[in-house]
Antibody
Framework: EVQLVESGGGLIQPGGSLRLSCAAS????????MSWVRQAPGKGLEWVSV???????YYADSVKGRFTISRDNSKNTLYLQMNRLRAEDTAMYYC????????????WGQGTLVTVSS | EVVLTQSPGTLSLSPGERATLFCRAS???????LAWYQQKPGQAPRLLIH???SRATGIPDRFSGSASGTDLTLTISRLEPEDCAVYYC??????????FGPGTKVEIK
């Protein structure tokens, strides 16, 4: 059974850093493309970043230069390093597995909440 | 950048009725790159439709999707109480980036 479990969220001051983790089971992370998608409280979905099986990474303009997506193949885990956090980064962060077609996500975790506030 | 708009913002219908949700892209997008998700309160999104019209694994056949030009449609043929949710359309472009519409809330009377 495919499962994704996020962790690492919490309350952080503006300008601070946080690392989110997404532990996967039931499939191999490095064999799939994986993304982070966020949702601000009461708002819609926003794609944040993707890492492909070949290691290529891409980011939304809103986080480029501040966030870094990576994975640890030995732990079958996806990460999102978030630096220079801003209030507008406050959101539920979901990790998601790329579907076979290549253009959407077929499994999602339950999310981890990041709150950026002083 | 492709912008997606969804209508209506909220749809309030009775069980057994037909729900039709619309999504319009600001420019032409291949139907291959279009999807729909369902998000119930307090839950993660769930993939419903990919490639504009193909149901994801385990999705009931009362959910169907279609696309024509810049317009995408999600139809729920016979609403059930558990269909109460927000529905998002999503598109992919080759940058790569992914964009979601603002969502349509479906309420069951």
């Amino acid at each position: 059974e495919v499962q994704l479990v996020e962790s690492g969220g919490g309350l952080i001051q503006p300008g601070g850093s946080l690392r989110l983790s997404c532990a996967a089971s039931g499939f191999i992370v490095r064999s799939n493309y994986m993304s982070w998608v966020r949702q601000a409280p009461g708002k819609g979905l926003e794609w944040v970043s993707v890492i492909y099986s070949g290691g290529y990474t891409y980011y939304a303009d809103s986080v480029k230069g501040r966030f870094t997506i990576s994975r640890d193949n030995s732990k079958n885990t996806l990460y999102l390093q978030m630096n220079r956090l801003r209030a507008e980064d406050t959101a539920m962060y979901y990790c998601a597995r790329g579907a076979f077609s290549g253009y959407e996500w077929d499994y999602w975790g339950q999310g981890t909440l990041v709150t950026v506030s002083s | 950048e492709v912008v997606l708009t969804q209508s209506p913002g909220t749809l309030s219908l009775s069980p057994g009725e037909r729900a039709t949700l619309f999504c319009r892209a600001s420019q032409g997008v291949s139907s291959t790159y279009l999807a729909w998700y369902q998000q119930k309160p307090g839950q993660a999104p769930r993939l419903l439709i990919h490639g504009a019209s193909s149901r994801a694994t385990g999705i009931p056949d009362r959910f169907s999707g279609s696309a024509s030009g810049t317009d995408l449609t999600l139809t729920i043929s016979r609403l059930e109480p558990e269909d109460c949710a927000v529905y998002y359309c999503q598109q992919y472009d080759t940058s790569p980036t992914w964009t979601f519409g603002p969502g349509t809330k479906v309420e069951i009377k």
